[in-house]
């Protein structure tokens, strides 16, 4: 039997089923590390799991809806969607609407709840550039400066709320789709110029991160100043071993792991439930990210491929610095881990993502989907 | 829009998932090596967060005496402690624990009244009656801990030997400090599960980890020694006002100090910590720590030496003085001696007689004595803060010096050093390492260490040793020191009178009144040495001041151990009465005391005497020596 590809429910059934699935656990996993936090904090313990689970019947209804709407929409409606994000991310500077926390202001308030713009400017971005780089057979250079400019736009905007790990989220992610979507390598290389030159001169500009840079060097030399948050991570997953010590039995998260629930929750990962726990999730992730890219490499059209790249670029990246935090292999830096980490914002994004990739996976031309493929993760 | 080349595509999406697929399986390796490998050592480092420790203080081991008396002891007092993130109601909390344990309720607010710290100290010294009733009450936040309090059974006892502990209880002085790895023993800690803030985690459990209380440490204190001591430095600080009175006594054949005693000082359990000053000169155990120049009681060591030499004439003359290279250096007797054979030298205590000994010696003889003595170096004591003696340096020594050094003069010498030398002349010539611990019993009861006699060196043969015991039962006996002496047994010993010198010449009127006496007692040779420092008054001669207080302690031995006299060897003396002096001359006067039966001995130059010593009608024994002082 052959199904016609609009009528599937889902272009991609096992890229939906992990995403969904990576969320649920994220929410359990959440509750663990929060709980105590939560009833400390607010006398509630399923503080963060309820608000939580309201926004992950969003993002579902968002991935849903985002799954049904047709790629070329996207590619029309993605230079207004760039628009509106850049507004968002202006709006934070607009007193009374940016709400800052933790010396930065990242968040802005709708007054029903507060958003991260920089979460959705970042698959905006993605839209964006694949819209532009798909519309000639041949990448000119107007094209490819139009779309550094862009991407250049996001990272200052995002740079100056501050929040250096999303800007340099948003590089990395804009590098591999001009990489990807075949602008020519010289052009490319050409840009990693101002990229690193950026990069050391924000270094250079504040001298909180060159700290930050010789604390995740050797945590152990200011265990309770710049060292301590990871400090803290090691102590999570070192205690947990190879197998974990147990769901729910997390001793880092009585206040110890800062951030426990959102950038650290793969901390309490590691501590509750081991090594074996931290690789079958980071496979879970590489199977994600698989399937995504395959959709990519079979779209019908090339915006629907540079989306599908993109967008989970975006998942790949964002995970891999988490992860890179987690372990003390890059300097710390702010970033919630894709559908595990708390944050309703980041989780309605990365579900709308996953639902646009599906949508593109619907329009996969018929005979490369004879064989139903089964969830691995 | 156009079609895509997917040859590009591919290519370079391959490549781009080649490298996360890298970057995901280096991050996997670093998880490995975080959680597999590094794993137990950060679990370990981790505990020490996880958890809040209460200290369970050890009991300090006791001390106890050679014969079983315990110095000093331990008992147990609780620490309530209150962690204020715990506490439901401070003021409520505060006002349990001071009404339970009686304590002020304000002081106890202001203690417990905290935030930021896990937990605050909130009264220390409560009874186990006080801190049952408080944990009865039941009250979140508050805990109690057993602690160790140290307790001094005898007080003002043995103060500068025992030392004492500081509020944590380490030893700050004497034995307390010199041993305290034995005494201490191993700290314990409750610990309990906490959150970051130092919350108790529900559900939890406090684990205990039991304290190894501290060794029994037994001295070589014998307690009625020692007890005789103390009362010997009481009755010479009454009497004579000094600076200070301390009372040495030890085993001539092993080296064991069986007492100890100083005066003035304190009650260790009293201690007056808020003035340093005064606690660190009363902890100062001054035989050990302090030299002095030791005056005639060092003229055992020289006739030792003449003996063992061969260097003994028949007779010596003494007119009073010795010119040595041109120097005129008195006898203390400036009327002289006379004529005299060596045995009278000694009883008399001439100068002259041992200025002849070292100059015969010569300087590298005598320094190799010293040296055997142990004068100039330390005796290695179990106790802290020994001083060495103080030798010139042989290549600088002139005969002068020499001279002097032969009668006590010149040298100093720390009391337990000079006493260590003494044994050594009396036990055939074994120099000893003195020492205070006799044993260590660890709180279970098992034998940790036995002391024994460590043998330093050799000075003197058998021979001369067994000639000197006579010469210095002479000296009780017949010579100067007949204050010393206990009817029905043989005290033999030897007195001294030191001046004191102070940034560098002699301080006029400042004497240390010396003696150093032996007997036996229950088959065992003691040395006791008695000084007293600075006596107040113009009486300052050891024979004086210091022999009868060691007549009144081998007395008191005597009685105390059952040594029965022995009347036959050695008669009881008859009995003199002290004549008056007032206003005689020194002819006079010395005819009046020579006819009583009385030896006497004199200071000041005047015409005729203006005191006496004792009072006129004083019955004394036969042949004792009294003191007038010519103005």
Redesign the interface.
């Known amino acids: 039997m052959r199904l016609s590809g609009k009528s599937r429910a889902f272009g991609c059934a096992p890229l939906v089923a992990i995403a969904v699935g990576l969320s649920l656990f994220g929410l359990l996993m959440q509750y663990s590390a929060s709980g105590y936090a939560a009833l400390t904090r607010y006398g509630d313990e399923f503080f963060y799991l309820k608000k939580q689970s309201i926004a992950l019947v969003a993002a579902v209804a968002c991935m849903l809806f985002f799954s049904r709407v047709e790629p070329r929409l996207l590619a029309k409606l993605s230079p207004v969607f760039l628009v509106v994000s850049i507004g968002l991310l202006a709006a934070l500077f607009i007193p009374g609407l940016g709400v800052e926390m933790y010396g930065a202001t990242r968040w802005l308030d709708l007054g029903i709840g507060t958003v991260q713009p920089s979460e959705f400017a970042k698959f905006a971005l993605v839209l964006f550039m694949a819209s532009v780089l798909a519309e000639k057979r041949e990448i000119g250079f107007g094209r490819f400066a139009l779309c550094a400019f862009a991407a250049a736009s996001v990272c200052v905007l995002i740079m100056l709320e501050p929040n250096m790990s999303i800007a340099v989220l948003v590089a990395l992610v804009a590098m591999f789709m001009l990489f990807v979507c075949g602008v020519r390598l010289k052009w490319f290389a050409a840009l990693s110029v101002p990229a690193v030159a950026g990069a050391v001169l924000l270094i250079v500009a504040e001298p909180y991160r060159l700290k930050r840079l010789l604390a995740f060097l050797d945590p152990w030399a200011s265990p309770l100043g710049e060292g301590y948050q990871l400090i803290q991570s090691y102590y999570a997953l070192g205690s947990g071993g190879m197998f974990g010590v147990g769901l729910f039995n997390s001793r880092q998260k009585y206040l110890f792991l800062p951030f426990a629930e959102s950038d650290f929750v793969f901390s309490v990962v590691g501590e509750e439930l081991g090594f074996v726990g931290c690789v079958a999730v980071i496979a879970a992730f590489c199977a994600l990210i698989w399937y995504g890219f395959r959709t990519a490499s079979r779209a019908e059209d090339a915006f629907s491929a540079f989306a599908a790249a993109g967008l989970t670029s975006v998942i790949a990246f964002q995970t891999l610095l988490n992860i890179a935090v987690v372990t003390g292999s890059i300097p710390p830096t702010g970033l919630p881990m894709p559908f595990l980490g708390y944050g309703g914002s980041s989780l309605v994004t990365f579900c709308s993502a996953v639902g646009m990739i599906d949508s593109i996976a619907r329009r996969v031309p018929e005979r490369l989907c004879l064989v139903p493929i089964r969830a691995v993760g | 829009?156009?079609?895509?080349?997917?040859i590009?595509?591919?290519g370079?999406?391959s490549a781009?998932?080649l490298l996360?697929?890298l970057?995901?399986c280096?991050?996997?390796g670093?998880?490995?090596y975080?959680?597999?490998i590094?794993?137990?050592?950060?679990?370990d480092?981790?505990f020490g967060?996880?958890t809040r420790g209460l200290p369970m203080r050890a009991a300090r081991g006791e001390i106890v005496t050679s014969d079983g008396v315990t110095l000093a002891s331990s008992y147990d007092v609780f620490t309530v402690y209150v962690r204020p993130v715990e506490t439901e109601n401070v003021e409520e909390t505060a006002r349990a624990i001071a009404e339970t344990c009686g304590a002020e309720y304000e002081r106890i607010l202001a203690k417990i009244d905290k935030t930021g710290v896990s937990e605050v100290r909130a009264l220390t010294g409560a009874s186990e009656a006080q801190t049952l009733a408080l944990r009865s009450k039941g009250i979140a936040g508050v805990y109690v801990v057993a602690d160790s309090a140290r307790y001094y059974d005898m007080g003002n006892f043995a103060t500068q030997l025992l030392g004492f502990v500081n509020a944590d209880g380490v030893g700050q002085s004497g034995v307390e400090m010199y041993y305290d790895r034995y005494l201490k023993g191993t700290d314990g800690e409750a610990y309990t599960?906490?959150?970051?803030?130092g919350?108790k985690?529900e559900g939890s459990h406090t684990s205990y980890l039991s304290p190894i209380d501290g060794a029994t440490l037994t001295l070589t204190i014998d307690f009625t020694l020692q007890s005789l001591a103390e009362k010997a430095v009481r009755d010479a600080v009454e009497k004579y006002s000094p600076l200070s009175a301390s009372c040495l006594m030890m085993d001539a054949d092993t080296g064991e100090i069986l007492a100890m005693a100083g005066a003035p000082t304190y009650d260790l359990n009293d201690l007056p910590r808020d003035d340093l000053a005064l606690l660190l000169q009363g902890a100062k155990n001054t035989l050990v720590a302090d030299v002095y120049e030791p005056g005639s009681t060092f003229k055992i060591l020289t006739a030792a030496m003449g003996i063992e030499e061969g260097l003994i004439r028949d007779s010596y003359y003494c007119p009073g003085y010795r010119v040595v290279d041109g120097t005129r250096i008195r006898c203390w007797r400036s009327i002289g001696h006379g004529s005299q054979d060596f045995a009278h030298g000694i009883m008399n205590s001439c100068n002259c007689v041992f200025m002849d000994i070292a100059l015969s010696a010569g300087t590298e003889t005598t320094y190799d004595y010293l040296e055997k003595f142990g004068v100039g170096s330390r005796t290695g004591v179990d106790l802290p803060g020994e001083g060495a003696g103080i030798l010139l340096s042989e290549e600088s020594v002139k005969s002068v010096d020499l001279a002097r050094i032969g009668f006590g003069q010149a040298v100093a010498a720390t009391p337990i050093g000079l006493a260590t030398a003494v044994c050594s002349v009396l036990n055939g010539g074994k120099l000893l390492t003195p020492y205070v611990l006799s044993s260590v019993t660890t709180a279970d009861g098992a034998h940790a260490l036995d002391n024994s006699p460590t043998i330093k060196g050799a000075t003197v043969s058998e021979t001369t040793s067994a000639k000197m015991k006579e010469y210095l039962y002479s000296v009780v006996e017949e010579g100067g020191g007949k204050n010393a002496y206990v009817p029905g047994y043989r005290v033999g010993g030897k007195t001294g009178t030191a001046q004191k010198y102070e940034n560098g010449s002699i301080a006029r009127g400042k004497y240390v009144s010396s003696f150093v006496g032996f007997t036996e007692i229950g088959g065992r040779t003691v040395v006791c040495l008695f000084k007293v420092d600075e006596p107040q008054g113009y009486v300052y001669y050891g024979s004086i001041v210091a022999a009868p207080y060691v007549g009144q302690i081998f007395s008191g031995a005597f009685a105390a151990f059952g040594v029965e006299p022995d009347y036959a060897e050695n008669e009881i003396p008859a009995t003199a009465e002290m004549p008056g002096l007032f206003g005689l001359s020194l002819t006079q006067a010395a005819s009046a005391v020579k006819a009583a039966g009385l030896q006497y001995e004199f200071s000041g130059e005047g015409e005729s005497v203006i005191s006496q010593f004792p009072v006129e009608g004083t019955s004394l024994y036969e042949g004792a020596v009294v003191h007038f002082e010519l103005g």
């Open positions: 829009m156009r079609n895509i080349s997917h590009t595509l591919k370079r999406l781009a998932m996360i697929a970057l995901f280096a991050l996997s670093r998880l490995f975080l959680q597999a590094e794993g137990e050592s950060l679990t480092r981790a967060q996880w599960e906490t959150d970051l803030i919350d985690l």
